[in-house]
């Protein structure tokens, strides 16, 4: 039986997810390639929603996540900041534990799921 992830977490503010598994790969995304572009390539989703998905990290939190420059030489760019590498870590340890927790009770639960045959 596989097991990728058993739970997904997501951490909100009001009626909104100010960081999830999505924002996380976003934001690793926009590290490995220096580019919001350049990372909503690599994810195969719109320069428009991964915007959007930075404007929302970048006002949930009370310092910005993702610092973009405009223009310029080398056509602007973006990285994230250190904030962002405390909220990635921080993120994927919860996730860890939250796996770990629900570890037993997953695997019965999936015992119960239909197989795909």
Excluded at 67 to 88: N, Y
Aim: net charge positive.
């Amino acid at each position: 039986m596989t097991n990728s992830k058993t739970v997904r977490l997501r951490v909100m503010q009001g009626d909104t997810i100010a960081f999830g598994p999505g924002k996380a790969a976003l934001l690793l995304a926009i590290d490995r390639t220096g580019s919001i572009s350049g990372a909503a390539r690599e994810m195969e989703m719109s320069y428009r929603r991964a915007w959007l998905l930075v404007e929302e990290m970048n006002r949930c939190f009370k310092q910005p996540l993702v610092a973009t420059a405009t223009g310029g030489a080398k056509g602007g760019g973006a990285s994230i900041t250190e904030l962002a590498r405390e909220v990635v870590a921080c993120y994927q340890h919860m996730q860890k534990k939250a796996d770990s927790a629900v570890e037993k009770d997953m695997q019965h639960l999936q015992s119960l799921i239909a197989g795909k045959d």
